[in-house]
């Protein structure tokens, strides 16, 4: 019984602060004073071109952040974990945490300097001599793109480092003893036993993606609108707040799709092992 009463204000906290919140949007979003309960706002949504543009880029752009953010963190994390020496895998992952000490916004805004006119890209291919003029780096999805996965990447080591680090180190060692290649070794024990990891990971890169605002707002401006410059936009430009409602629940849902969806493939990739 002490072990409930333990979590108790956590649950309190998540019940006011989290779900009654959520559960208000989505009635909102659903229900007008004057004419009842109607879905038009949500036909209204995914009929408009702006709206299906916004949602399909954002969803793009999340998936792939989040699929080469684990295609890069997966290695990475696997050799952090075998390290023997303790300072240097210390080191290491404090390099990883510690761009997730430094505020997103000013994180974001060094991405100017990087992507602009005058920056670092275009000095560097026109003293090259590879172009004439300054290209516009800026204000394109593959901008948006890399500024997302220099934001979420780390959270996506954390997360396989925690689960290999789970993992007995004798079980690698008996499939290699077993005659396991390294191609099996990663397939039949490490991706199955690490699945946790690799949801976790996934889960929170792309709820992170979809949700970022400052950094497609930065680095995105008008050109790249995604669902949450889009909710912006409906709360603070044209006041509609009831499409905001509709996108904030959007949003929300698909999170929970994708979440679940990966963990669906995850056990189905976990069964057949």
């Known amino acids: 019984m002490k072990k409930y009463v333990i979590i108790l204000p956590t649950l309190l906290f ?116 590879l172009i004439d003029s300054p290209k516009r780096l800026l204000y394109t999805p593959g901008a948006v793109f890399f500024g997302l996965l220099q934001l979420f990447l780390p959270l996506m080591v954390i997360s396989l480092v925690s689960a290999l680090e789970n993992l007995p180190k004798e079980v690698p060692l008996a499939a290699k003893s077993l005659g396991a290649n390294a191609l099996n070794l990663f397939t039949k024990i490490y991706i199955p036993l690490t699945v946790e990891g690799i949801v976790a990971g996934s889960t929170l890169v792309f709820t992170g993606c979809i949700t970022a605002y400052v950094t497609p707002a930065v680095l995105g401006g008008s050109r790249v609108l995604m669902l949450s410059t889009l909710l912006y936009q409906k709360t603070s430009v044209t006041l509609d707040w009831s499409m905001a409602t509709v996108i904030a629940v959007v949003m929300f849902v698909t999170t929970l799709a994708v979440n679940y969806l990966s963990r669906k493939i995850s056990s189905l990739g976990v069964s057949k092992q």
Do not use: C, H
């Open 14 to 129: 998540l019940l006011v602060f989290f779900l009654l919140p959520i559960f208000l949007i989505m009635v909102e979003s659903v229900y007008q004073p004057q004419k009842g309960w109607v879905i038009n706002k949500y036909v209204q949504f995914f009929t408009q071109r702006v709206s299906r543009v916004a949602y399909t880029r954002s969803l793009t752009i999340s998936l792939l952040v989040t699929v080469v953010s684990l295609a890069i963190g997966y290695p990475s994390a696997l050799a952090i974990v075998n390290i023997a020496n303790d300072s240097l895998k210390s080191l290491l992952m404090t390099l990883v945490v510690f761009p997730l000490m430094t505020n997103s916004v000013a994180r974001t805004f060094s991405w100017l300097a990087v992507l602009g006119r005058e920056g670092l890209i275009n000095n560097l291919l026109i003293s090259l001599k």
